[in-house]
């Protein structure tokens, strides 16, 4: 039996602070819920955790814009509804213009009419608007530039490549009309459309540029008559729906105005103006119907965007729970054990801070 130094009780208070250390552990899991807390309980699952946690909170957000996204296009798509069913009734004007047994004075009347529908379908162009920006006035479609003033790019579909084009347009004399040859730059098999100022060209694969030219536009033929189109494939509405960089849709709203739907300046006063304006109506539907077509494959293609994004968050979610989420039953159990660890581990320290004193006992 010694006396200067009590192993038993050196060993017995060892073996009490490592039950202590543990049951302190315990209970930090078992009050946070976490079981990792800090980076030595798990430094490898600590480390993947935190990536998870990053990403669910970047598919939350990135939901909230999807579904941000989706108002938008409600929001245009119910203005259109409106211009539509506005152009349909235009639509029934025109007929009735069209009509032998209108009066002048009839159709009079019915301009004022188509006039006062003109004047709301502009003013709806301009009012509509979403978190202060306007919708339909063509600053969310696909910009593209000329080298020329007095010609410009009108519309080019999402299957044209963006790049720059070369072609020769030659127009004389302001009321000529324009003539037109393409360069290599564009797809094989390219084809040119010319109707007044207004010049299409289409390609396979859905290529498609349509240009307008000034009234008073002039070129005589050769390098004069060059023109360079900017295509920049940059201009619509970019929506982040997902977590990582590039997982983007771009919206596309074209502009919405009566020169687009070939309806500005209607005329039915006469019978030959309302026979036409009936044609140019048809047009102005037609364009309406493309744009809300477009806008609903939109729609659609967000909310199943949206579905998928939220099933990964939450399968994310359930993995980054097995990581980091406390077992609450195996904790208890291993609590019970190092609470009686620790409480078996004082009564020893007290008995073997006894044992000296039975030393006195050889002593007397």
Known sequence: MKLSFNMSAIVANNELNNSD????ESLERLSSGYKINHARDNPAGLAISRTMRAQIRGLSTASDTATTGVSVIETAEGTLSEMQAMVQRMKELSVQASNGTSTTADRKAIQEEV?????????????????????????????????KAGVSVGYYSDETYAKEYKLNIVKANAGDTPTVT???????????????????????????INLDIADNYTAAAGADADVTLDITGMGAMTLQIGANEGQILNVRIPEISLSKMNIDNL?????????????????????????????GAYQTRLESTI??????????????????????????????KYQTLSQAGISMLSQANERPQKVLQLLQ
Request: glycine share 8%; no cysteine.
């Open 21 to 24: 250390n543990k049951l302190a």
């Open 115 to 147: 006039t006062q529908l003109s004047s709301e379908i502009e003013r709806l162009t301009k009012d509509t608007e979403f978190n202060g920006t306007q919708l339909l006035d063509g600053s969310f479609d696909l910009k593209g530039y000329t080298d």
């Open 182 to 208: 393409l360069s290599g730059d564009f797809p094989a098999g390219s084809k040119v459309e010319v109707d007044g100022n207004s010049i299409k060209i289409t390609g396979d694969g859905g290529f498609a």
């Open 267 to 295: 005329d039915v006063t006469t019978l030959e103006s309302a026979r036409e304006a009936m044609t140019r109506v048809d047009d102005g539907i037609a364009y309406i119907s493309k744009v809300r077509s477009r806008l």
């Open 307 to 336: 579905s998928s994004v939220e099933a990964t968050e939450e399968n994310l979610t359930n993995a980054y729970s097995r990581i980091m989420d406390t077992d609450m039953a195996e904790e208890m159990t291993e609590y019970t």
